[in-house]
């Protein structure tokens, strides 16, 4: 029996944007499902070129969180909707300065957080991060 005029509920959008990079996988910038918009991880390439960033973990955090600020950005989001990051690191060595980066990006009210070592990240990056978002929350 077939069921004609039926509603099709989406259950995702995908979020898109030429001012991050493109993904180098199968997946997606960031997906919204609901009032959450979670962010895929970013590494420190930088959009204009597809070139990873000249420097250290600092200069190499802070092309992160600009991507990932672009990529909320064409959610219609800012950094302070962000509740949760995970911050993939390639040796934990690199904390300290990746910590001063992530504070002058995320304020006096940051997100919830894990930071982790990870034996390698793609294309050899030193840091990967992502994030979730609320839509609705205080911008």
């Known amino acids: 029996m077939a069921v004609e005029n039926q509603t099709v509920l989406t259950v995702k959008d995908i979020i898109a944007t030429d001012r991050a990079p493109r993904a180098i996988g199968p997946y997606s910038q960031a997906v919204r499902a609901g009032d959450l918009v979670f962010a895929s991880g970013q590494i420190p390439i930088d959009p204009a070129t597809g070139e990873f960033v000249a420097g250290g973990i600092a200069e190499q955090t802070e092309q992160v969180l600009r991507n990932l600020t672009a990529v909320f950005s ?66």
């Open 74 to 139: 064409a959610a219609g989001l800012g950094l302070s909707q962000v509740v949760k990051t995970t911050v993939f690191l390639s040796n934990m060595d690199d904390f300290t300065a990746m910590n001063e980066v992530y504070g002058r990006f995320f304020g006096a009210e940051p997100p919830a957080r894990a930071t982790v070592e990870a034996a390698r990240l793609p294309r050899d990056a030193r840091v990967e991060i992502e994030a979730i978002a609320v839509i609705g929350n205080r911008e």
